[in-house]
């Protein structure tokens, strides 16, 4: 039987062991957890979710939508699992962070076809193999991919967001909406704290004077040149936005766009949203609040949050380092490295930013790698597709500027629209448009 190792047991290498193994190959899965902590994950589980437990949206006119119903198309085992642990989160996907990592180790760890191993892997193995050792790569790996690639690796710093426990939360001040009455119509999924103007600034400028945690030295000497502070446009800390303009934040994640407070009947300065992060409902994530303050400033800046003045955390906000590679220059857009036909990258690593990035980018390479054992032609996806044109945009993207992507319709090729029409109607022809691509593409390669 045809075999492939796999290193990392995040989203991307689940999806990659899974759809690779349902084709008849077998697998070893590595996963250095929790034999090897990376400061950043909780558990021992594959396919943990560090930061927010939403996986994006579900409608079929966002961008999410459209990749997660690509997803449907390729039978992902993940978004299977995601939808069974499902919460209230109006139209965005969110799931019980621990009830979708032990159902995708379940399935992962029975499967007669997948071998996870529990250890560290320092080294490239010179068979095939699939590097899904996502943003938390240990150096040894790091070190060992820097030396095959000859090329530096990028790096970023990102923020994993505050939880804290619903009992804690003031619901005479907060109260449930999902905006535009979105989600369901007697509560709403999310738990809003609103600001008055003064609150606002108020909270602002204890932002803008709290004590952040100052990067640990071996994070910064990880690799020459890393500059601390550099961070994903995608996932900037709150006291970063802060720093930008006092009212960065009413226009960012604190946007109080679609609601209305009870009390007063008024649409609030800012808000500051959270969301369901557990099936009981007895923990909730301050949705977009990623902060690198250190704990006992984030315990009394935050319960300057009108709501949460006696808020008690879960778990505080904390920062981690990020690593992705030069996907334009080392990358095939069938995610094969571009000197070794039977090395392949999947997840952050590549640059596909993401939960449902992480896991598309997995399932591909997962079937590509198969395909390459069975000795059939590999998968290159339509660029019409969301699929196809993340895969093209992070292996043809310009190395000057290149970040982390995430789905979005501005990757897509434009539409030939022969009549004006508003965003909603676009985005639902680019989505009518990806559907049909992909359909047509799977029926002629047979898979």
Same mark, same amino acid.
């Given at each position: 039987?045809?075999?492939?190792?796999?290193?990392?047991?995040?989203?991307?290498?689940?999806?990659?062991?899974?759809?690779?193994?349902?084709?008849?190959?077998?697998?070893?899965?590595?996963?250095?957890?929790?034999?090897?902590?990376?400061?950043?994950?909780?558990?021992?589980?594959?396919?943990?979710?560090?930061?927010?437990?939403?996986?994006?949206?579900?409608?079929?006119?966002?961008?999410?939508?459209?990749?997660?119903?690509?997803?449907?198309?390729?039978?992902?085992?993940?978004?299977?699992?995601?939808?069974?642990?499902?919460?209230?989160?109006?139209?965005?996907?969110?799931?019980?962070?621990?009830?979708?990592?032990?159902?995708?180790?379940?399935?992962?760890?029975?499967?007669?076809?997948?071998?996870?191993?529990?250890?560290?892997?320092?080294?490239?193995?010179?068979?095939?193999?699939?590097?899904?050792?996502?943003?938390?790569?240990?150096?040894?790996?790091?070190?060992?991919?820097?030396?095959?690639?000859?090329?530096?690796?990028?790096?970023?710093?990102?923020?994993?967001?505050?939880?804290?426990?619903?009992?804690?939360?003031?619901?005479?001040?907060?109260?449930?909406?999902?905006?535009?009455?979105?989600?369901?119509?007697?509560?709403?999924?999310?738990?809003?704290?609103?600001?008055?103007?003064?609150?606002?600034?108020?909270?602002?400028?204890?932002?803008?004077?709290?004590?952040?945690?100052?990067?640990?030295?071996?994070?910064?000497?990880?690799?020459?040149?890393?500059?601390?502070?550099?961070?994903?446009?995608?996932?900037?800390?709150?006291?970063?936005?802060?720093?930008?303009?006092?009212?960065?934040?009413?226009?960012?994640?604190?946007?109080?766009?679609?609601?209305?407070?009870?009390?007063?009947?008024?649409?609030?300065?800012?808000?500051?949203?959270?969301?369901?992060?557990?099936?009981?409902?007895?923990?909730?994530?301050?949705?977009?609040?990623?902060?690198?303050?250190?704990?006992?400033?984030?315990?009394?800046?935050?319960?300057?949050?009108?709501?949460?003045?006696?808020?008690?955390?879960?778990?505080?906000?904390?920062?981690?380092?990020?690593?992705?590679?030069?996907?334009?220059?080392?990358?095939?857009?069938?995610?094969?490295?571009?000197?070794?036909?039977?090395?392949?990258?999947?997840?952050?690593?590549?640059?596909?930013?993401?939960?449902?990035?992480?896991?598309?980018?997995?399932?591909?390479?997962?079937?590509?790698?198969?395909?390459?054992? =069975?000795?059939?032609? +590999?998968? !290159? &996806? %339509?660029? /019409?597709?969301?699929? #196809?044109?993340?895969?093209?945009?992070?292996?043809? *993207?310009?190395?000057?500027?290149?970040?982390?992507?995430?789905? =979005?319709?501005?990757? +897509?090729? !434009? &539409? %030939?629209? /022969?009549?004006?029409? #508003?965003?909603?109607?676009?985005?639902?022809?680019? *989505?009518?448009?990806?559907?049909?691509?992909?359909?047509?593409?799977?029926?002629?390669?047979?898979?």
């Amino acid at each position: 039987m045809n075999e492939i190792t796999i290193i990392g047991g995040g989203l991307a290498g689940s999806e990659a062991a899974w759809q690779a193994a349902q084709r008849g190959i077998k697998v070893r899965l590595y996963e250095m957890r929790p034999t090897t902590p990376t400061g950043a994950h909780l558990s021992g589980d594959l396919a943990e979710l560090v930061c927010s437990n939403s996986l994006g949206s579900n409608l079929s006119d966002r961008a999410s939508g459209v990749l997660k119903n690509e997803l449907r198309q390729l039978n992902s085992m993940l978004l299977e699992c995601a939808e069974a642990n499902a919460l209230p989160a109006g139209a965005a996907l969110a799931v019980d962070r621990e009830g979708f990592a032990h159902q995708v180790t379940q399935k992962i760890e029975s499967h007669p076809n997948i071998q996870v191993i529990r250890e560290e892997q320092s080294e490239i193995p010179q068979t095939p193999v699939i590097i899904a050792s996502g943003p938390l790569t240990s150096p040894a790996l790091s070190q060992s991919i820097a030396q095959l690639s000859g090329e530096e690796h990028l790096f970023f710093f990102d923020a994993i967001a505050p939880i804290v426990h619903a009992e804690s939360i003031n619901m005479e001040i907060a109260f449930r909406a999902s905006r535009y009455g979105k989600g369901d119509q007697d509560e709403g999924d999310y738990i809003n704290c609103p600001f008055t103007k003064d609150e606002y600034y108020a909270f602002v400028n204890a932002l803008q004077n709290a004590e952040r945690i100052e990067l640990r030295s071996f994070e910064e000497a990880i690799h020459e040149g890393v500059k601390a502070g550099h961070f994903f446009e995608g996932c900037l800390p709150i006291e970063v936005i802060a720093g930008r303009g006092i009212d960065s934040l009413a226009f960012g994640p604190m946007r109080p766009v679609g609601l209305r407070d009870p009390r007063s009947g008024k649409r609030p300065y800012g808000v500051v949203q959270l969301r369901q992060d557990n099936l009981a409902g007895s923990l909730y994530n301050l949705v977009g609040f990623q902060t690198n303050l250190k704990f006992s400033e984030q315990k009394r800046v935050l319960r300057l949050i009108p709501g949460l003045e006696n808020a008690e955390f879960e778990r505080f906000g904390q920062m981690h380092r990020n690593t992705f590679i030069s996907s334009p220059k080392l990358l095939r857009p069938t995610l094969q490295h571009i000197q070794r036909a039977d090395l392949f990258f999947a997840g952050q690593i590549t640059g596909v930013e993401g939960y449902m990035g992480n896991i598309a980018s997995g399932l591909l390479a997962g079937i590509n790698a198969a395909r390459l054992l =069975n000795g059939k032609t +590999l998968l !290159t &996806l %339509p660029i /019409e597709t969301m699929l #196809g044109s993340l895969c093209h945009y992070i292996t043809h *993207a310009d190395l000057k500027d290149f970040q982390p992507m995430k789905a =979005n319709f501005g990757i +897509l090729p !434009t &539409l %030939p629209l /022969e009549k004006k029409c #508003g965003k909603r109607e676009r985005a639902q022809l680019y *989505a009518e448009r990806a559907a049909n691509r992909l359909k047509i593409y799977l029926d002629e390669n047979h898979d």
